[in-house]
C-alpha cells in the first residue's frame, strides 16, 4: 500500500487548498478513505471519510460546511477540498485506508496564517 498526498502550503485566513492523495498497491475501488490531521502538541483526529462509491461521506463537526470529500476511482485518487480555511485548521494532513491495519501517507504540510 502507497499512499501520496500533495497539495499543502501556506495560504491567508479565508482562503483555499485542494489536497489530493494517489492511491497504489490495493484495489483503491473496494475501500473507503480518510483523511486526518494533526497539529503540533495534539492527537491526530479524523477530518473526513468517503465511502468506496463516493456515496457516503461523513466530515468532523469542526470542518463541515467548509472542506469536502471526493474521489476519483479511475485516477486512484482522493482529494479533500478546503475552503474557508482558519488559522486552527493549520495541520500536517495525512490519507488513510484501512485494509486489516490502518495505513498512512507520510503526510502534507497545511498552514494557515497572515
Known amino acids: 500500500v502507497q499512499l501520496v498526498e500533495s497539495g499543502g502550503g501556506l495560504v491567508q485566513p479565508g482562503g483555499s487548498l485542494r489536497l489530493s492523495c494517489a492511491a497504489s498497491?490495493?484495489?483503491?475501488?473496494?475501500?473507503?478513505m480518510s483523511w486526518y490531521r494533526q497539529a503540533p502538541g495534539r492527537e491526530r483526529e479524523l477530518v473526513a471519510g468517503?465511502?468506496?462509491?463516493?456515496?457516503?461521506?461523513n466530515y468532523a463537526d469542526s470542518v463541515k460546511g467548509r472542506f469536502t470529500i471526493s474521489r476519483d476511482n479511475a485516477k486512484n485518487t482522493v482529494y479533500l477540498q478546503m475552503n474557508s480555511l482558519k488559522p486552527e485548521d493549520t495541520a500536517v494532513y495525512y490519507c488513510?485506508?484501512?485494509?486489516?491495519?490502518?495505513?498512512w501517507g507520510q503526510g502534507t504540510q497545511v498552514t494557515v496564517s497572515s
Open positions: 488513510s485506508v484501512h485494509r486489516g491495519v490502518r495505513f
Open positions: 498497491g490495493f484495489t483503491f475501488s473496494s475501500y473507503g
Open positions: 468517503i465511502s468506496s462509491t463516493g456515496l457516503n461521506k
